[in-house]
């Protein structure tokens, strides 16, 4: 097994010379740092969440995934560890942009809005309040840094970069890809208030959907039935543990273990949003 990547949370390894595994770990970031203590079960749920999501708009756009069956996996892979939390995914020319999609005025979206009444460069409606609903959900890509915070990009800066018809088409996948899932999700009891996705091209040149789709990691998960325009929302996502780590100082210079209950409802949090999306029973 040749590792080709180690992010903050993925291992990516080459199968052969057409395939990756992608393996999620439980590992878990906050502010573009690597805590020190690991969310039991989170990989599972993360995995299984975007491969629920890629099955869902799969009539929109085709995907990486080539296999999540363990049975399935080449044999170097067919080890407990991989189980659940791994998928066989085809290689792409992957895009060098993050594809950010806001549905509602949230994080540093709502802060720019205050400042100077737009979000990166797109000017919006006066008097909005704070995780108020878009008018209709705007396209604020970012670059992909390696290490550090991602960077806004304008659209036009897109296009400089991938071309103006691919730069459309990545844009109005985007977009639309997030008002299919936003609209089933919001019957489960879930705001998804923005996403990113990443994409990629296949040997033929086809957009294809990549990386991962939809998660806790990825999203802002709000409680539907909590909802309310004017303050910041609970969540379902990790912002919890964020939350956590600025009351109480958290330095990251000096990372010190998280508190057990902490941890716990962390794992909770995600462990719900997997079940009120799916369905399911989450019993891996």
């Known amino acids: 097994m040749k590792k080709i990547s180690s992010g903050k949370v993925r291992e990516i390894y080459e199968a052969n010379e057409d395939s990756l595994m992608m393996v999620v770990s439980d590992r878990i970031s906050a502010f573009d740092v690597i805590l020190p203590t690991m969310v039991k079960d989170k990989g599972k749920v993360l995995n299984k969440?975007?491969?629920f999501w890629f099955d869902f708009v799969s009539d929109v756009i085709p995907n990486h995934i080539i296999t999540t069956k363990f049975e399935e996996f080449p044999e170097e892979f067919k080890k407990e560890?991989?189980?659940?939390?791994s998928m066989l995914v085809r290689k792409l020319k992957m895009l060098p942009i993050e594809c950010i999609v806001r549905g509602y005025l949230t994080g540093s979206?709502?802060?720019?809005?205050q400042e100077c009444g737009s979000v990166c460069g797109i000017e919006l409606p006066k008097g909005l309040r704070e995780s108020e609903k878009l008018p209709e959900p705007i396209f604020t890509?970012?670059?992909k840094a390696q290490e550090g915070h991602d960077m806004n990009i304008s659209f036009d800066e897109v296009c400089d970069l991938i071309g103006k018809d691919l730069a459309e088409k990545v844009k109005n996948k985007t977009i639309e890809i997030y008002k299919k899932c936003a609209e089933y999700a919001k019957s489960k009891g879930i705001i998804i208030a923005d996403t990113k996705f990443e994409f990629g091209l296949?040997?033929?040149g086809n957009l294809v959907l990549a990386?991962?789709?939809l998660t806790p990691d990825s999203s802002r998960f709000w409680p539907a039935d909590e909802y309310e325009v004017g303050r910041s929302q609970k969540s379902f996502d990790k912002q919890y543990m964020r939350?956590?780590?600025?009351t109480n100082n958290w330095d990251a210079e000096n990372p010190t273990p998280i508190p057990e209950d902490v941890v716990e409802t962390t794992r909770a949090?995600?462990?719900?949003?997997?079940?009120?999306?799916?369905?399911?029973?989450?019993d891996m």
């Open 81 to 85: 560890e991989f189980r659940n939390r």
């Open 49 to 51: 969440i975007s491969e």
């Open 243 to 246: 939350d956590w780590l600025k």
């Open 109 to 113: 979206g709502w802060k720019s809005y």
């Open 211 to 213: 990386d991962e789709v």
């Open 269 to 282: 949090k995600y462990i719900e949003a997997y079940e009120r999306l799916t369905g399911k029973k989450f």
């Open 141 to 143: 890509p970012t670059t």
């Open 202 to 204: 296949d040997e033929n």
